[in-house]
């Protein structure tokens, strides 16, 4: 028994360094032929079996079908910068054969093809592990839903790792997967990489493909990977980009690959940074003011020119209400069983139908012109700093009992610095600042110009090199 005792502790381990390495790394293992792609695949099952049930981060796990594609990745010569890696996809993203539920229980029958961001991760050679929890339609800054219970974030299990995209956080932040899938609508990725302490890029408006759906929340929503490093994250996003003809929207390609772009600094850049947030009556937690500064003095000390502003935040509230409700009643319309969308949902449902398609159309042109004068911001700086989030992650069950006005105001100091940049279309990442007291992650924000992801990833990386946290781990949650 003691020996059994032994060699567990010893496969945890050995998982756990597996995972916790990061994508471009367990590529480089595959590729080398120290490891293969089952032996990762088999690890990362391993983990999500022993920690998994309690996070609650993936709501399907495709054993058997991912196990046969790592067969497959090995039996053929490495073909793209994924080969043989496990992957987690956010379950708005359409996986072949599978339930495409939105976080709901609307949704009974399984999709026929992979969504165009999926079908990259797999032409790159990546395997599809499972899709992971969302709240119904990505609607809140909370991972939870009637359908599928309560995500928990793997610091601390009594708390929210955020949301929309919190399963996929919780997974990447336990080592259960390398990277995963993400949408951010209204601060989704960014919001759950700060709760969990990932890196999380929200890129520029029409950067990766939403197809089959020519949109996802109209102009707020994107698609893109959750990580633990700034690395992987270009890694992925050098095999997402681009979009389709189906697409509505569309960035200018990236004139370089953004692996090979990280490899030049960004020189000495203006940063102007504020805790103000773009939402009035909000206060950001004294933590996060203090990450904010602490950052300041980090990038000071690496040679740029920060200074205190005052950004001027426009305000996005209508564009952001008209499209937030077209694109849940443009979801909701299309899943097949209406009767069994959750109650918050039906009330939030009832509410977008009193808007009309145009004033969503209006919405987009108005969320145009405020892009035109945000843009007035970065005549006098590269990017902007601000915190991620107001407050400090929410006991698990923020939204337990909550109607749709408490679950909006609950909301509200989640979204303060992020709602915006949907609205605008700038590129906005969560970079880890360290630690709280409580002993959960804390984050900072980089904003850049529209369409400008490079220097907003070069920055990220120079933070990350100064104050590495990559290797930061939290302790595993009791099975």
């Known amino acids: 028994m003691e020996q059994d005792g032994v060699r567990r502790r010893e496969q945890d381990r050995d998982d756990a360094e597996s995972m916790f390495q990061g994508v471009a790394r367990q590529a480089e293992l595959v590729r080398t032929g120290k490891t293969t792609s089952r032996a990762l695949v088999e690890a990362a099952l391993r983990r999500i079996g022993r920690t998994g049930p309690v996070l609650g981060a993936f709501r399907v796990v495709l054993a058997e079908q991912a196990l046969t594609e790592a067969d497959a990745r090995d039996a053929t010569e490495p073909s793209g910068p994924l080969h043989g890696v496990p992957i987690a996809v956010k379950d708005e993203l359409d996986v072949a054969g599978q339930v495409t539920t939105f976080g709901g229980a609307a949704n009974r029958t399984p999709v026929a093809a992979d969504s165009e961001a999926v079908r990259r991760l797999r032409a790159a050679g990546a395997v599809v592990i499972g899709k992971t929890t969302m709240p119904e339609f990505g609607q809140w800054p909370f991972t939870e839903s009637a359908a599928h219970g309560h995500t928990r974030n793997p610091w601390d299990t009594t708390r929210t790792p955020g949301g929309s995209s919190g399963g996929s956080a919780a997974a990447v932040a336990a080592g259960l997967v390398g990277a995963a899938l993400g949408g951010d609508g209204g601060g989704s990725i960014r919001i759950p990489a700060a709760c969990c302490g990932l890196f999380g890029l929200k890129p520029a408006r029409g950067r990766v493909s939403t197809a089959p759906n020519p949109h996802l929340w109209y102009a707020l ?10 690395g992987d994250a270009a890694l992925l996003y050098d095999v997402l980009a681009g979009t389709t003809p189906t697409d509505r929207w569309s960035a200018r390609p990236a004139p370089t690959s953004w692996v090979e772009a990280l490899r030049t600094p960004p020189g000495r850049l203006r940063i102007g940074y504020a805790a103000k947030p773009a939402v009035p009556g909000v206060r950001p937690h004294p933590e996060h003011v203090g990450a904010l500064l602490e950052t300041v003095r980090a990038l000071r000390a690496l040679g740029h020119d920060v200074r205190e502003v ?90 337990d009992g909550a109607g749709l006005l408490t679950a909006l105001a609950r909301s509200r100091p989640m979204v303060a610095y992020t709602a915006l940049w949907n609205v605008t279309g700038h590129p906005a990442a969560s970079v880890p600042a360290g630690l709280g007291q409580d002993g959960l992650p804390l984050a900072v924000q980089l904003v850049g110009r529209r369409e400008d992801e490079v220097t907003v990833l070069r920055v990220a990386a120079q933070l990350e090199e100064v104050r590495p946290w990559a290797q930061r781990r939290p302790r595993p949650p009791a099975a």
């Open 221 to 230: 929503g994107t698609v893109g990977p959750l990580t633990r490093s700034v």
């Open 310 to 399: 005052d950004p001027r935040y426009p305000d996005a509230t209508a564009p952001f209400a008209a499209q937030f409700c077209g694109g849940v009643r443009a979801e909701a319309d299309a899943v097949e069983r209406p009767d069994l969308l959750g109650r918050r949902t039906r009330r939030t449902l009832a509410l977008a139908r009193l808007v009309p398609e145009s004033a969503v159309e209006r919405g987009i042109r108005a969320g145009e012109r405020l892009a035109e004068r945000a843009d007035r911001m970065f005549t006098t700086m590269d990017l902007l700093l601000t915190p991620v989030v107001a407050e400090r992650p929410r006991a698990v069950g923020a939204l």
